[in-house]
């Protein structure tokens, strides 16, 4: 079936330094959204992405929606100690629009 | 605005007992969803419904599990009879489809089940 495939698992930085996670689907996808869950919380909505190579920026966050529609990216930049938590993408099907496929999330951590 | 209420917070039970998870979606909105949250397997969906009908139960681990949505306002998620197995964070989302994109999700605080 369909996956969402999300890299790195775990990523450990200081605080200060960027930090990357990828998305990649195994087919195209209608859209794409990212959720942040902080420690013992709730996934929570940051943004979805809808258009093929479309950029978005919510303060030291960009979000990228791959050209072909089957890769995403979240770039922090100068990361905090309130950025800790796990990100999930979550995909949108082609064609089944109510469904979405959740990456296993990164957990980022972060050094003071 | 009250968002997503999931209750109980915090369940433990005994294996063989059942259990029953409650959820009210974000008024006006019109799909619910339920997810299983495990270190092991990450956050997987269980069940979800558009307009109080269920769509896609196909992540419904087996007949134990059992979901209804009898009004929009309201869903239960029943495990009978429950197994060590079954412990996990139970969340429930909401969200408000008009158009052909799935809207972004709200989820509720969770339910962490233990069951012994």
């Known amino acids: 079936g369909q996956q969402v495939m999300q890299i790195p698992q775990y990523q450990h930085v200081q605080e200060g330094e960027d930090f990357t996670t990828y998305c990649n689907s195994s087919t195209t996808l209608s859209n794409i959204q990212w959720y942040k869950q902080r420690p013992g919380g709730h996934p929570v909505f940051l943004i979805q992405?809808?258009?093929s190579g479309e950029v978005k920026k919510q303060k030291r966050l960009t979000f990228q929606f791959g050209e072909a529609k089957k890769n995403s990216s979240l770039h922090i930049t100068a990361t905090q100690t309130t950025d800790v938590g796990t990100y999930f993408c979550?995909?949108?099907?082609?064609?089944?629009?109510?469904?979405?496929?959740w990456g296993l999330g990164t957990s980022l951590a972060v050094n003071p | 605005d009250a968002g997503v209420i999931q209750s109980p917070r915090h369940e433990v039970t005994e294996m063989g007992q059942e259990v029953t998870l409650r959820c009210k979606p974000i008024?006006?909105?019109?799909?619910l969803f339920w997810y299983r949250q495990t270190m092991m397997r990450g956050l997987e969906l269980l069940i979800y419904f558009n307009n109080n009908v269920p769509i896609d139960d196909s992540g419904m681990p087996e007949d134990r599990f059992s979901a209804k949505m009898p009004n929009a306002s309201f869903s239960t998620l029943k495990i009978q009879p429950s197994e060590p197995r079954d412990s996990a964070v139970y969340f429930c989302?909401?969200?408000?489809?008009?158009?052909?994109?799935?809207?972004?999700?709200?989820f509720g605080p969770g339910t962490r089940l233990t069951v012994t």
């Open positions: 008024s006006g909105h019109n799909s």
């Open positions: 989302a909401s969200s408000l489809r008009t158009s052909g994109r799935p809207y972004e999700q709200y």
């Open positions: 979550a995909g949108g099907q082609a064609g089944n629009n109510r469904k979405l496929i």
């Open positions: 992405l809808v258009k």
